[in-house]
């Protein structure tokens, strides 16, 4: 059982990317998945949440407006399409699972339920 994150690279500023997160082992469709990112030296943080159907989604206030989480269900996966990307949007992002199928409402708080997480995914942002 794991995931696999997919999609990364490098782009120019105001650039987009779109990641995306797949599942080995089980359904991402009975589950809710998650996005964190992580920059050297910084510590882990929370991107977006989808929860299992009916999909509601949380972001965090850092990507609001500029990045989509979504479900494609003829492949189950979940995607984050990132627009407008900044030199701080760089990190290596990797998703995570919570079994309950829930997000936290508040982003900040989305930590805390996840069970397994994947590795990640370099998106580099340059100017």
């Known amino acids: 059982v794991q995931l696999q994150a997919s999609g990364g690279g490098l782009v120019q500023t105001g650039g987009s990317l779109k990641l995306s997160c797949a599942g080995v082992?089980?359904?991402?469709?009975?589950?809710?998945i998650a996005w964190f990112r992580q920059a050297p030296g910084n510590e882990r943080e929370p991107v977006a949440c989808i929860s299992r159907a009916p999909n509601r989604i949380t972001y965090a206030d850092s990507v609001k407006g500029r990045f989509t989480i979504s479900r494609d269900n003829t492949e189950d996966t979940v995607n984050l399409q990132m627009r407008s990307l900044q030199a701080e949007d760089t990190a290596n992002y990797f998703c995570?699972?919570?079994?309950?199928?829930?997000?936290?409402?508040?982003?900040?708080?989305?930590?805390?339920?996840?069970?397994?997480w994947g590795k990640g995914t370099q998106v580099t942002v340059s100017s």
């Open positions: 082992g089980f359904r991402l469709s009975d589950n809710a």
């Open positions: 995570a699972r919570d079994r309950s199928g829930y997000c936290a409402r508040d982003a900040e708080y989305l930590v805390y339920g996840m069970d397994l």
